[in-house]
């Protein structure tokens, strides 16, 4: 089953104009079924966002298909087996969908209509899996906003395995403890890095030591220079993290969700530089040097900073953008050592 990076196409058919033209300029697909709406769509977006609709059984893009009770499965059985599916269901949503998912191995060719964003939630998380993409209608332009947020959290981060090259000692530094508002769970950290291209997966406090009291809610995060993954793709300093900042937590699975900051921890700790390695892409991480600040193996378990040595495999996120602007990905040069 897949669970890679879910999509979001806008409904034309209910959509106003302005909803139409924002969710274009965003980057999102637009689907219109009804004739009207196909004419309307076409002087107010690129063709390039357009995406065909047929119904069954033409072959388009991807094929309409609606469910009005369990004799339609097997046309959306058959559809799905060799292209994409568009479902459109009068009654149940949820439960043809579980059935679809597991008899055809996974979601990727699927996609469903929602009425909601909460609806929509629910149909990307179909069976821990959900549908390749959801298509709507939405009335307000700042519901854009929310819907790119619920695709982030639906689609994981692709994490790799790295090789420790390099740990080094470097002295008393500011280090920066990420307290949330959240619990966060075994195997769940946050994406920390030296470089806006290199992050290392660092796990939170959330484990029992005969000498500490875990702390469920906080990721030692490491130097104040260090870069921290935000939602929206984008990155802050740890030195910009404050209470109210909003911050992914990400499992050893690259599953991720939106957590608020309740508190930013600063204080001088000795440090250590952890520098790792994934195919041609190399980066590091400014770590406090201590046995509660683990990084994330392959399989999930903790390695903690003041044990990892060169030759560990590690969990890390490369981006494939190097440069960042005001904590957004940019194409240009840099070079960050």
Known sequence: MSSGFKEFLLLADGSPDDVIRKASEMGFKIVALSSEAKERVRGLVDPAKLVRVEEWPSKGEITLVKIKGPEDMSVVEETASTGKVLIDSEGWKIIPLENLIAS??????????????????????????????????????????????????????????????????VGMGDRVCVDTTSILSPGEGMLIGGSASFFL???????????????????????????????????????????????LAVTKDGRRRVVSV???????????????????????????????????????TPLP???????????????????RHFGMAVDEFIEER
């Open 104 to 169: 055809l191995g996974g979601g990727d060719r699927i996609y469903a209509i929602a009425e909601t964003v909460e609806e929509a939630r629910s149909l990307l998380g179909v069976l821990e899996v959900g549908v390749k993409g959801v298509v709507m209608p939405l009335k307000d332009p700042s519901e854009l906003t929310e819907v790119k947020r619920m695709l982030e959290e639906a689609s994981p981060i692709q994490l790799v395995t790295a090789e420790v090259t390099e740990v080094k000692e």
């Open 262 to 300: 309740g508190r930013a921890k600063v204080e001088r700790r000795p440090l250590v530089l952890v520098r790792a390695k994934s195919q041609d892409a190399e980066g590091w991480a400014v770590l406090q040097l201590a046995e509660t600040v683990p990084l994330m193996r392959p399989d999930g």
């Open 201 to 247: 997966l660092v796990h939170s406090e959330n484990i029992e030591s005969p000498f500490t009291s875990p702390r469920e809610f906080r990721v030692n995060a490491g130097a104040v220079s260090n870069y921290i993954l935000v939602p929206g793709g984008r990155t802050k300093y740890l030195s910009e993290v404050k209470s109210g900042t909003e911050v």
């Open 305 to 323: 900073a003041s044990e990892v040595k060169p030759g560990d495999q590690i969990l890390a996120y490369v981006e494939k953008r190097k440069a």
